[in-house]
């Protein structure tokens, strides 16, 4: 669809400048720590859970000046996340998005400073948002702070992704982990574009329940994409779930099984867009581009 | 002085009680990660960043009932700081404050972890601490934000810290280290406490110079401390500057000039209590209290 692929080219050059904007430059010292952020934020992520922010956010009728701080400082929580799961004691990952990972390319306690302000700055970026209204700024700061917690959080979804490891896992299981860990953020991302937008609580209701399936489909996706796709073509190791006896859709579903629920999950996301009265072409755009990513 | 030690002896209380509220139980899944973030959190640790932040808010007027969550969540952060400090990559210490540290108590990841979620904690609660206004909750997010993070707060200072340590360090640096690891929180304490009390500005600034000069002292007794005293006594391992030839205030400037320093700190932050029209015999207390560590 050509409008998506517009609208996620302007988001990933819109957020990289807001990025860029909100982080101290490589220059500044101590300048190990901001290169080594900078190393990690600007390494060609697809900026998914921004263009998500930013095109409920437009639907919903916000402007992007009101939202991109918000998306960048998403992206921000997010990249935190991924320099922490690769550190040696979690996942022990070398490759991310195709290039060496923070501690990798640095050292440990760099890669777990970065990742510790990245979080700091990301909170900080929000709260000083002066184009938001006070009380949407908390609004946001809360919303992102308990999907990136605990409990039903990401942090907590990676202390059970991590305990689960090198077991056999059940159904409810991993359904809790990837819902807290990858899916909680995902929704959080939707739920501030409305926020932004200042939309009534019955549509924030439907577009959360688009996301929480569209954060589901996205993991069962990455799961798939682990086992069919190789290493050059994904940007991280590939096969690393299942040498590593990861907890993951296909370990515990089979590959079958995963392909039903993702489609499943596409049309319950599809459906809570429908319930939405406004123009959701683009929302129905982001949520096929993520089903065909496990094709 | 007994009025400081009745402050003292409820700020722990009072503070205990507020994090206990804002902190999953120990039983929560998953519990391992809520039993590592209570097994630091709750290991006797002063409440020194609380207690500045509870008096300076109540000798400018404020209720403890609208103090206590911030202060909660300032202890929150430091605590995040000190788990993280620890790790095998950083200080790797395996006592602190009397007992096991979390990665030695727990293990790696569950303490980078716990570290992590308790920032996402603190910056949770102060969002949603419904007693205080938004704008005061969004002015408390940006000042702790800013002396948490970088440049010029805590994570630069930690890395500027593992930075200059194994070689010999400047004045300039030592006190760039220290005004930034440990200096911007104890401000910044202080701060959010006038920001609750809703403080004209002029106050504000005194009190900021009251508190700089308190968390440089605060620093450089810590570090006589470290080379006087006994690992039963600190609770931490003794020596441990020295011996990791960590940049310090006696390893820069020689005890005795360091103790001189100390002095011209006391006065200065003494002359900033002066130019407050308040009672602030809380607050000078505290200062001789800090003074009195390091003999």
Aim: proline letters at 2%; one cysteine or more; aromatic letters at 4%.
């Amino acid at each position: 669809m050509q409008r998506l692929d517009e609208f996620l080219t302007t988001v990933c050059r819109d957020v990289d400048q807001r990025l860029d904007e909100l982080i101290p430059s490589a220059s500044t010292r101590p300048r190990r720590l901001h290169e080594a952020i900078r190393w990690s934020l600007f390494a060609g992520g697809k900026r998914f859970r921004p263009a998500l922010l930013i095109a409920v956010g437009e639907t919903l009728g916000a402007t992007r000046d009101r939202l991109l701080t918000s998306a960048a400082a998403i992206e921000m929580i997010h990249t935190y996340s991924l320099i922490h799961d690769d550190l040696p004691s979690m996942d022990d990952d070398d490759l991310r998005r195709g290039r060496a990972t923070c501690h990798v390319q640095f050292d440990e306690a760099t890669a777990i400073l970065a990742g510790d302000v990245l979080q700091t700055l990301a909170f900080k970026a929000i709260a000083d948002d002066v184009v938001l209204e006070p009380d949407v700024r908390i609004g946001l700061i809360l919303t992102i702070s308990s999907a990136a917690g605990t409990p039903v959080g990401m942090v907590s979804g990676q202390q059970l992704d991590i305990e689960a490891e090198g077991r056999d896992a059940s159904v409810d299981e991993i359904l809790a982990i990837h819902s807290q860990k990858t899916g909680a953020m995902i929704t959080a991302a939707a739920v501030s574009g409305a926020l932004i937008a200042g939309t009534k609580s019955s549509e924030v209701e439907s577009i959360q329940s688009y996301a929480q399936g569209l954060g589901l489909l996205f993991q069962i996706t990455d799961d798939l994409l682990d086992i069919t796709q190789e290493t050059a073509v994904l940007g991280k190791t590939a096969g690393k779930d299942v040498s590593s006896r990861k907890a993951t859709f296909p370990s515990v579903l089979g590959i079958e099984r995963s392909r039903e629920m993702a489609a499943e999950l596409r049309s319950e996301s599809g459906e809570a867009l429908r319930r939405i009265d406004r123009d959701t072409e683009l929302l129905n755009a982001l949520l096929e581009y993520v089903v065909a990513r496990s094709r």
